[in-house]
């Protein structure tokens, strides 16, 4: 079962190489017709890292990237479960840097975000990361700091397992999707507080209601806008950046670069994709080939044959993929939003370019996704909804009745602290009934007639660590105004934060999230994976990110276990940067203090 | 005059950016609590505060300045030309800005400025999607008066963008206006825009011959191609009427109390 084949990097560039981002790039991002017919294995113990200006040429065109070691995307960085490894990170900008290594649990003091673990790389200085983890699977890294993530300031990380794989597979590619824009990011971000819909040329128009009332009737046409306006928001309100100034890049290339990597027909190939993008919630298939999801944020999950799923920012997934066809096909990254995507290639011979498939429909939100009881409503726009609004996963059998839906609180036999949220200019909207979509394949993917990944399909393929019972509760809300931009956690921005969320060494714990806005948030947090409650019993999926969707409610259960600083945001970049972030202090319990207070002693000796 | 009006500029803008200071006074580094520091712990503490006050700030509490040129257009019937401006600048941050805005009418065929008001305005969020707006005015044409303001600006349900405003002048005579803009989308890039604005008087001032009550009512319907989001020439109509009073007046002068303006402009942001 445990066949991996070894390829060597094989020929030189091939004339096809001629694409400019191709001889830029690192040997494991270039395209097969660049060389490029596999990963290879080498690990290393030791990275020198270069933080920097560079010129990048991006879907054909010129542009100035802030990264690491001159390419976009940075450099994979790959070694064993295990090792100690260090890593020497070294900044030549003229602002402060950092490198945050999305996923491992690593130290916290090593994990790189400025202000909350460590005080960021100073211009000229070198910062040394040294950790060993104890995990394996599919990575990332990127900049805290700043917009630079946006910049392209992001890489792939590797860690093989110590002993054995549970993933048996002939070949492998790492596929880093991302957004880049040749517009400054903080411009970017200045155009979004100004004019939130900026980026948005999907709206709603008059020949869109003229199309919705000769189909629905007028009646229904017009009660569908009356209640999206007397709420003042957009059932189009999907993506706030779009293709409208992004390029969507795989490895680096646009779909006219075309990325293409190769495979013998009948050969297990594992692709290992990132979602490294500032704002890009990604829609990933295949046409014509089913993957195999059988990792899920870095862990090993069952394998789970899927035709799509929805891939949040900073998520990573690692899919098999066994094409049997002498042809090539295309590996498709479609925007949340349907604005535009990238399209890559696999196919038996290098340079091979599959067709890439026009944009789908622009998905149209609905009530359901502001959180109205929609029980109160009859309106034609709810269409789909009711499907998915049980407690996840009552159609998979075997499982047990768990309730993670709203339901939970009732009968929680633990204490459970609420919170309050009003409106306010930082609250545009407080859902009235926030249910379980963790059956929901995600935004737009509701009707397209294939098999699409619900988190609640997920089961981890070993055994939860820690079964205990969550010895209490915390609810954490998701709150908006997307009108005036602002994003922020309990309708508290980041800049006015004045404690953080304090969870106890030792303690396990639930953390719900609830969100009151009508987007989809990946939400982060550092330092521990979490179960997410998904029905799995002893096998819930353990992540480090989650979607939550709009009006969506949901729980993780947490283990405290590493003391520390860690920060908890959504990791859409602007997001963030508007304050939608908090930290949650992992506190030393009382008896393992003493043992903690000497052992920053001697670290603190190490470092002296 | 003048020199009253600029003591009075300079007194609100000190307002507002004590007020805009207090904003950030909310979080833990001014009151000397930390929310967090156990990465003291491993670096320079005062470094680790520093880097983290900075942090946090740039997380939420951002400043910008935005110019909005929301109206630079040229009116005209058969035998008048006027140009008209009505923008914007503020800065600050999500609940606290500091706008300055003017309006005025240029006349082309007298060569002279008709009519330029600058408002200095400390506007605060106070809802949703409303803002508190309040400052001074000062009217440079006609007759140089200055004038207090308390208004509001905001999104109305159904999309309806609200600005209005209620103006005591140093002569004790309060007036108001309120306008209303609504957008439809022909396309994406395409919009047509009504427009309403009202203004109201709540006594009769014969030095600036304006009746009581409603004095004068703007009617508008501009249509705009945005080339890019912050660059949008238009072309519309606009119907100016006077009521009460005011008419008489303006028809007593030799002019028209309704009239209609066909116009062609630009809609502009940075």
């Keep these: 079962m445990f066949s991996r084949r070894l390829f060597l990097q094989g020929g030189a560039l091939t004339g096809l190489s001629s694409l400019l981002p191709a001889t830029l790039l690192p040997a494991w991002a270039r395209s097969a017709s660049g060389g490029n017919t596999g990963l290879r294995p080498d690990t290393a113990t030791e990275f020198n890292l270069s933080v920097g200006r560079f010129p990048v040429q991006i879907d054909g065109r010129a542009g100035e990237a802030v990264g690491v070691n001159g390419t976009l995307p940075a450099p994979l960085i790959r070694f064993r479960e295990g090792d100690e490894i260090t890593l020497n990170v070294t900044n030549t900008l003229e602002e402060d840097t950092s490198i945050h290594w ?185 046409p014509g080939l089913p993957m195999t999801i059988v990792a899920a944020d870095g862990l090993t999950v069952q394998p789970l044959e899927v035709d799509e799923f929805q891939m949040g920012v900073a998520e990573t997934y690692d899919v098999i993929i066994q094409p049997t066809d002498d042809r090539a096909f295309a590996f498709v990254a479609e925007s949340i939003d349907r604005s535009g995507q990238a399209v890559a290639t696999f196919g038996p011979h290098p340079g091979m370019r599959a067709d890439a498939p026009a944009l789908r429909a622009v998905p149209t939100l609905t009530m359901k996704d502001m959180g109205m009881d929609h029980g109160a409503m009859d309106h034609g726009a709810m269409g789909h909804d009711m499907e998915g609004m049980d407690h996840s996963g009552h159609d998979m059998s075997g499982m047990e009745v768990d309730h993670s839906g709203h339901g939970m609180m009732d009968d929680a036999s633990w204490p459970v602290e609420t919170k309050d949220i009003s409106p306010g200019p930082g609250v545009a909207n407080v859902a009235m009934m926030p249910v379980s979509r963790l059956n929901e394949p995600g935004t737009g993917l509701e009707d397209v007639g294939h098999r699409v990944m619900r988190y609640s399909q997920l089961r981890s393929l070993e055994r939860n660590p820690d079964l205990r019972p969550p010895g209490r509760e915390i609810e954490i809300h998701l709150t908006s105004n997307m009108e005036r931009y602002m994003w922020s956690f309990d309708g508290v921005r980041f800049s006015e934060v004045k404690e953080a969320i304090v969870f106890h060494e030792g303690e396990r714990l639930r953390v719900t999230l609830i969100n009151n806005t009508m987007m989809p948030h990946p939400i982060h947090l550092h330092g521990m994976f979490f179960d997410l409650v998904n029905g799995g019993g002893d096998h819930c999926p353990r992540k480090h990110t989650v979607i939550v969707k709009p009006a969506e409610k949901l729980s993780f259960d947490v283990s405290a276990e590493h003391v520390g600083d860690w920060a908890l945001h959504c990791h859409l970049l602007y997001h963030m940067h508007a304050g939608m972030m908090q930290v949650v202090s992992v506190l030393p319990s009382a008896d393992k203090a003493k043992e903690k207070d000497k052992r920053m002693e001697d670290m603190h000796g190490e470092m002296e | 005059m003048m020199r009253k009006f600029c003591f009075t500029a300079l007194a609100c803008v000190a307002l507002c950016l004590r007020a805009m200071a207090q904003d950030h006074s909310g979080h833990g580094a001014a009151t000397g609590d930390k929310p967090w520091s156990q990465a003291d712990g491993y670096f320079d503490p005062a470094e680790m505060d520093a880097v983290r006050q900075h942090m946090q700030m740039h997380h939420g509490s951002s400043r910008f300045v935005m110019f909005m040129l929301n109206q630079g257009e040229v009116q005209f019937t058969d035998d008048e030309e006027t140009g008209v401006w009505d923008a914007g600048l503020w800065y600050g941050g999500d609940l606290n800005k500091v706008w300055l805005k003017t309006e005025g009418e240029y006349n082309f065929d007298a060569g002279e400025v008709e009519e330029a008001d600058v408002q200095l305005l400390w506007s605060h969020a106070i809802s949703r999607y409303f803002d508190l707006q309040t400052g001074v005015r000062y009217d440079f044409e006609p007759d140089g008066l200055a004038h207090a303001v308390l208004g509001f600006q905001g999104l109305a349900p159904y999309w309806f963008e609200i600005d209005g ?31 309403l604005a009202a203004a109201f008087s709540a006594e009769e001032i014969p030095e600036r011959e304006l009746g009581s009550g409603l004095t004068s009512l703007q009617a508008g319907l501009r249509l705009r191609y945005e080339i890019k989001r912050e660059f949008a020439p238009y072309i519309g109509v606009e119907q100016h009427s006077a009521f009460g009073a005011t008419s008489d007046w303006i028809e007593a002068g030799g002019g028209d109390a309704d009239q209609t303006w066909f116009v062609l402009g630009l809609r502009s942001w940075y």
């Design chain 2, 165 to 195: 405003a209620a103006f005591l002048s140093e002569e004790g005579d309060l007036t108001a206006e309120i306008e209303a803009e609504y957008e439809l989308r022909l396309t994406q890039r395409l919009f047509l825009q009504p427009r």
């Design chain 1, 102 to 286: 999305h996923g491992l649990l690593v130290p916290f003091q090593m994990d790189g975000v400025p202000g909350v673990t460590f005080p960021g790389i100073r211009p000229g200085e070198t910062f040394t990361y040294k950790y060993a983890v104890p995990q394996s699977g599919t990575y990332w890294y990127h900049s805290h700091s700043g917009l630079q993530e946006q910049q392209g300031h992001y890489g792939p990380i590797i860690i093989d397992p110590h002993h054995h794989d549970p993933v048996a597979y002939d070949r492998e590619y790492v596929l880093v999707l991302s957004d880049w824009t040749f517009e400054n990011p903080y411009r970017v971000f200045a155009k979004l507080k100004k004019v939130s819909d900026a980026y948005n040329y999907q709206q709603r128009t008059m020949g869109d209601f003229l199309a919705d009332a000769k189909a629905r009737g007028l009646g229904a046409a017009w009660a569908d806008r009356e209640m999206w306006g007397q709420m003042r928001m957009s059932p189009r309100d999907i993506a706030d950046v779009t293709g409208a100034t992004y390029h969507y890049l795989i490895n680096g290339h646009a779909t006219a670069d075309n990325w293409n990597g190769v495979f013998q027909p009948g050969e297990r190939v594992r692709l290992r994709i990132i979602n490294a993008s500032a704002m890009t919630i990604f829609n990933v298939r295949m």
